[in-house]
């Protein structure tokens, strides 16, 4: 029998979705039956366009037209091209956005790159609850360069650099991701960037939890060096290439800590001396992985005709619709992710003591979530694949998870090093 | 009516082909009608088992098994594993081999590792007919860590590490290419790497064009750090994923320049402090493509009960059979490659002013070769997938595009800068 607050939660979704039927992009992607996917956070679902792209990159271009799909499949020209493309998605005006390599390298490269560009520079700031990740590569970098790391969450930047001022020291960049990876807590990129140059420093992005999801607008809020992957929001498949936005200001001065002939300004002439190429091109390391590139170019055929700002507003309404459907079903439900539409990212995360077990019983149920060490159940929203109906699904599993104590499963209790 | 001297090359096209009949392993690949396909030093062919297996990593693992396939599928795994795949075509033991990343970031990353492993070095030896990336990542790192950059061509080793030594200069590491890209020059890894190494130094080899067409016995030979592309003689796909070579000895004091979560001792403790993996694992970076990884991995079903030196004696034939045949036919030729077995790599070079209209005449006949200026037709030859007959075919063509002067087509006049 359903109850009553269960019907009004049903009700609630069906117009829910009715009201966002515009946004609803499921006929854009292959999903398994039986499946609601909360996991697209960390790896995408396949976008319908990509396996007939990826096959015809194989068969065709590959193997029948070989060498020469450099130039008549543009092969050559695809890292920059694919960066046009997916350009408008992160508010970028053309020619500022490049795809290949790993988020690894490209913020090894814009960190260096930042360096370059702020000579006087001591100081990169850092948040210490990023992705672990940049925390590396930061301290990495900063070693090489001469620069302190000071940590400093982003709510905390104002006092950090009024403190850094006082003292004399020039901030070099200040270094932030866009949305928190364990909490789903979003960060004011527009505040925290104008901030970061009222302090003559150099605001540098990773936006792997919000290009593809949440308006970045790098143009309108002059952001000038940024980076992400291509296989979360953007659907690209696994271990896409991940890309690198220079602001066009910046790019006669972006000196390339990796370079390589594909960034060379005339890279056929084979010349010993490294030669940078205008624009964007400079930032070019080696040569791209296609078959990837290739899938996540495809991928980005799921935004076209579709704003940014539509996937926002249908995230927004889906995850504060989880979210509520979870403190209604499992009343003292504890959250990492913000309440307030304005802090929230495209989660919902869960705070639970047994939070490993919840997400493997819920796998078990099709629902499928990650666990984030050590407490947090992170339920990705993909907005344009998902629906409020699914959301109350998963809602009622987690409740019947609990209730049943499926999560207190002893198979459960040892964690794999490796998931 | 054919000419005598043309029928005794016909036979004796036919007489090795019968002869290597047991190293044709063209029904490994998909090869287009027609075409004389002499560019697999630039992108390998296609081998037959890749389309099912890209086709099943999209469809079946990314699409249906999502964010799971990183463990049922063993994506976590997969560069280390196709490490241990490739390694025994490298002469390697396993543990020792690692893919994903590109070329250019694998020779950054080694360099640095070396300079770590030799800290009181002061000089970085390199070839100045490198190819230009390599020449572009060994002056960036020298930079980075203060080594001054010293030319040397391979031959001229003996007298360079004599001079610095001489000088008392340490010299931190010999980093050469095993064959030159213009030339086909393969240089002697051996001596090369035993002479660096009574000097103190560290080898450090790219083996992008010998990895999969010639013996390159990593183990047996001392080499201390090499990497190399998997687009070329491994047949893994435009753009394949390089791979990279860290001996065994040199593991626990390799420091990673570029280090991720993925090369973490306990990646899933999300650390803010980065503790390398134990092995190879350490010198992971970031995710790996995994598409153009799996795809490199199912190539490398080519090499199931293949030893490297089968391939090397059939090259070694079809690429002396191909100068015999071009000395024949076109009486004058210049080659850049050399005649002698042990100094030939896998393709053969000529020397011509009109080499890249002649390029384009031959490619208009089926016939795809490539093009390094300023005056190198270079015909690459990969044993698995070509027969000498075809070579004949590939030297009758060059005859005749001469004979006719098809080279001097107006349309070839002008180089485009991308190709």
Redesign the interface.
């Known amino acids: 029998m359903t109850s009553t607050r269960e019907q009004d939660l049903a009700d609630r979704a069906r117009a829910l979705d009715a009201a966002h039927a515009a946004t609803d992009l499921r006929d854009r992607f ?1 999903l ?1 039956a039986g ?1 609601i ?1 909360l ?1 697209g956070n ?2 995408g ?2 976008p319908a366009s ?2 007939a792209a ?2 015809d ?3 065709r ?11 008549s499949h543009g ?3 695809a890292p920059e091209r694919t960066g046009d493309r997916l350009a408008p998605v992160l508010g970028a005006a053309a020619g500022q956005v490049l795809v290949g ?5 490209r913020l ?1 490269q814009v960190l260096h790159a930042a360096a370059g560009l702020r000579p006087d520079g001591r100081v990169l700031v850092v948040d ?1 609850g990023a ?3 940049d ?3 930061s ?2 970098v900063a070693e ?1 360069v001469g620069w302190r790391v000071v940590e400093s969450a982003p709510d905390r930047l104002p006092d950090t650099l009024a403190a850094l001022a006082a003292d004399g020291v020039p901030v070099a960049a200040v270094s932030y991701s866009h949305v928190d990876f364990r909490t789903g807590r979003l960060w004011d990129l527009p505040g925290l960037t104008r901030m970061t140059h009222e302090a003559g420093a150099l605001a540098v992005w990773d936006l792997c939890h919000s290009a593809g999801a949440i308006p970045v607008d790098l143009d309108a809020n002059d952001v000038d060096l940024a980076v992400g ?1 291509g ?1 979360k929001f953007l659907n690209g ?6 890309f690198v936005y220079v602001a066009h200001r910046h790019q006669d001065s972006f000196v390339n ?6 960034g ?1 300004a ?7 001396q ?1 030669s940078p190429a205008p624009g964007i091109v400079r930032a070019r ?9 290739l ?1 996540l170019d495809a991928a980005l055929d799921v935004f076209d005709g579709v704003d940014v700002r539509a996937v926002r507003a249908r995230s927004l309404s889906l995850t504060a619709y989880l979210r509520t459907a979870i403190e209604v079903l499992v009343p003292g439900t504890a959250f990492a992710s913000p309440a307030a539409d304005e802090l929230r990212g495209s989660q919902v995360s869960v705070v639970h003591p047994e939070a490993y077990g919840i997400v493997q019983a819920l ?1 078990a149920r099709g629902v ?1 979530g ?1 666990f ?2 050590p407490d947090v159940v992170r339920l990705g929203v993909a907005a344009p694949y998902l629906t409020h109906a699914q959301l109350l699904a998963a809602a009622l599993a987690l409740r019947d998870v609990l209730a049943a104590g499926e999560h207190l499963d002893p198979a459960y209790a040892e ?5």
């Open positions: 292959v398994p499946v996917y996991d960390s790896l679902a396949l990509v396996p990826v096959a990159a194989v068969a271009q590959w193997g029948t037209d070989l060498i020469a799909s450099w130039n092969w050559w020209q390599e790993s988020t690894t390298v090894h210490p992705f672990p990740t925390l590396y590569v301290a990495g090489q992957c296989y498949g696994p271990g896409a290439p991940a800590v990796l370079p390589g002939w594909h060379h005339e890279p056929f002439a084979m010349s010993a490294y390391v080696g040569s791209p992985p296609l078959l990837s590139l899938a796998i499928i990650d984030r060490t964690r794999p090093t490796v998931t």
